[in-house]
């Protein structure tokens, strides 16, 4: 009959009395440690983590009203909503244009003379086929959607001023909270190159007429021109830069 050997082990990391007197006396090496799985954490749901202001900032308006059940429980969550709320209210209360929108006679009363007294308007009287007519209409086209909480309109001339001389043209008229602030007449204006920086430095002479919407309506004339003044020297130096890129290549 074969030998069988069995060799029977107690729990893991048990030990005897005579183990532990012969591991104070240093006849044993010291017992290793019980191995340990690292406990279980399941990964994070967003619906369980902590809600913030920085969480809530990142919220539309229509996610901020569909949180307000989930929110009724927390007082500083619950107030702050609310605030967010009527910020985002606000700021779609603000007028925004982003483009030069064409008017006939009979509308200029209702868009220019009648638009809101926080609401600068400018006008261009142009007529089509006339060439300084098409130049400035490129830098006012680029300063509408710049600086989209101002209003711009262009009318064609004589719908606006009957018998009005087309050597005037193309002209510049500024209006706020019904009257005429500015008034603009012929490319030279304009300095020698009829640019979007030089026609909004030009606007901007008396009164902020330029607003982005960035700082509300309080937005001074001294923050508008460095603006412009910014821009414009960056477009020097782009300018700049590729004429040397085309002479290099060459």
Not at 176 to 193: D, E, I, P, Q, T
Not at 219 to 226: L, P, T
Request: aromatic share 8%; net charge negative.
């Amino acid at each position: 009959m074969a030998d069988y050997h069995f060799v029977y082990k107690d729990l893991e990391g048990a030990s005897t009395q005579w183990d532990d007197i012969q591991r104070k006396l240093g006849n044993l090496p010291p017992k290793q440690p019980v191995f340990k799985p690292p406990s279980f954490m399941p990964a994070p749901d967003s619906d369980t983590l902590p809600k913030d202001k920085d969480w809530l900032d990142s919220k539309t308006q229509d996610e901020l009203e569909d949180l307000e059940d989930d929110l009724d429980d927390d007082r500083f969550l619950e107030e702050y909503r609310k605030k967010r709320l009527a910020e985002i209210q606000e700021a779609a209360k603000v007028l925004r244009f982003g483009s030069v929108t064409p008017i006939s006679g009979s509308d200029f009363i209702r868009e220019v003379s009648q638009a809101p007294s926080d609401v600068w308007v400018v006008v261009v009287l142009y007529k089509e086929g006339i060439p300084e007519c098409d130049l400035m209409m490129q830098s006012v086209e680029e300063l509408s959607a710049r600086y989209p909480v101002t209003k711009f309109v262009k009318i064609i001339s004589t719908d606006c001023i009957p018998n009005y001389p087309d050597r005037n043209l193309p002209t510049l008229l500024v209006y706020n909270n019904g009257a005429v602030k500015g008034n603009y007449v012929g490319l030279h204006s304009f300095g020698r190159r009829c640019t979007p920086e030089g026609v909004a430095l030009v606007l901007c002479q008396s009164d902020p007429v330029l607003n982005d919407g960035q700082s509300g309506n309080e937005q001074s004339r001294e923050a508008v021109i460095e603006e412009v003044r910014k821009r414009f020297i960056e477009k020097v130096v782009l300018d700049h830069e590729e004429r040397d890129d085309d002479s290099s290549s060459d």
